[in-house]
């Protein structure tokens, strides 16, 4: 069975911290790892990473892929109180005609104060 | 245009109602999905679709029926569901699958159903 396991599950920084986001996963047929950020409605697209040691950036986000250790990493440089969310980590491993359903982590809910 | 919309936003229905969950992309995707999300829990799979057909069944109880009439709208068809069954039904979609199959999915608001 697919796993994808987030750390911390909770989080509270001061605004202007720097936070790292972890996200371990065991899948038999790996595909892509994406990140989302779930506030209190759907999730919304962050990051899509395929290849292993290519960061990822938007802004002051930014996300890396290893592959031989079967994890990545979200950071939020300078965080905000809008970065309060939850963050999704999820693995697209099972393909139907080539569409993939994801498997989510728990997630980890990130608190930032003012 | 990110857009996936469902209808209706909220729904509450008994356990004998039939009722039905409605999503639509205008964004040519072909690929779309149902998760079903519980309060505090990430999303799960239930359904995925590609090309208009039916690709995956994440052994979802038949009280759940999904429907894609065409490749913007994808039903979710409810009969007889149970108290347990109340959660926030999330809709997705994707562009095409393959050749390299890696795509991003654009998730709706989503459905909060309570089943009384």
């Known amino acids: 069975e697919d796993k994808v396991v987030q750390s911390p599950l909770s989080l509270v920084v001061h605004e202007g911290d720097t936070v790292t986001l972890n996200c371990s996963y065991e899948?038999?047929?790996?595909?892509?790892l994406l990140w989302y950020k779930q506030e209190k409605k759907a999730p919304t697209f962050l990051f899509m990473l395929?290849?292993?040691?290519i960061e990822k950036k938007s802004g002051r986000l930014s996300s890396i892929l290893d592959k031989k250790e079967l994890f990545s990493i979200l950071n939020i440089t300078a965080t905000q109180t809008g970065d309060s969310a939850i963050y999704l980590c999820?693995?697209?491993?099972?393909?139907?005609?080539?569409?993939?359903?994801?498997?989510f982590g728990k997630g980890t809910h990130l608190i930032i104060q003012p | 245009d990110t857009e996936v919309t469902q209808t209706p936003k909220h729904l509450v229905m008994g356990m004998t109602n039939k009722k039905s969950l409605k999503c639509e992309q205008h964004m040519g995707h072909r690929a779309m999905y149902w998760y079903k999300q519980k309060a505090k829990k990430p999303p799960e799979l239930m359904f995925v679709?590609?090309?208009?057909?039916?690709?995956i069944n994440e052994s979802v109880p038949s009280r759940f029926s999904p429907e894609c009439p065409n490749s913007s709208l994808l039903n979710l068809h409810l009969h007889a569901l149970q108290p347990e069954d109340s959660a926030l039904y999330l809709c997705?979609?994707?562009?095409?699958?393959?050749?390299?199959?890696?795509?991003?999915?654009?998730f709706g608001p989503g459905t909060r159903l309570t089943v009384t």
């Open positions: 999820a693995v697209g491993g099972k393909s139907g005609g080539g569409a993939d359903g994801l498997t």
């Open positions: 899948v038999t047929n790996f595909r892509s």
């Open positions: 679709y590609s090309y208009e057909k039916l690709s």
């Open positions: 997705a979609s994707s562009p095409s699958p393959a050749p390299r199959g890696y795509y991003e999915q654009y």
């Open positions: 395929t290849s292993s040691g």
